[in-house]
């Protein structure tokens, strides 16, 4: 079974503020803070990775948010 993870960030200049949610839920699974370092943001991909087959981000494409792009 394919197990799809839906992943919102909210780009902070020093921080991020993640929500994530699966398909077959209508409620917030985890919320949690990370900070705005690409060592942190790879970290926390690599986790979710071990978990979940797809995993779908979206984040808000602000002035802050251009770094988490690239």
């Given amino acids: 079974m394919k197990r ?3 992943v919102g960030m909210d780009v902070h200049k020093e921080t991020i503020q993640i929500a994530y949610l ?5 409620e917030i699974l985890k919320e949690q803070q990370i ?14 990775k071990t978990e979940w ?3 779908h ?4 494409a602000g002035v802050t ?6």
């Fill in 35 to 48: 900070k705005h370092n690409e060592v942190q943001i790879k970290k926390f991909i690599k986790k979710l």
């Fill in 53 to 55: 087959n797809e995993i």
């Fill in 57 to 60: 981000c979206c984040y808000e």
């Fill in 22 to 26: 699966t398909s077959n839920s209508k």
């Fill in 65 to 70: 948010g251009y770094p988490l792009y690239r």
């Fill in 4 to 6: 799809k993870l839906y």
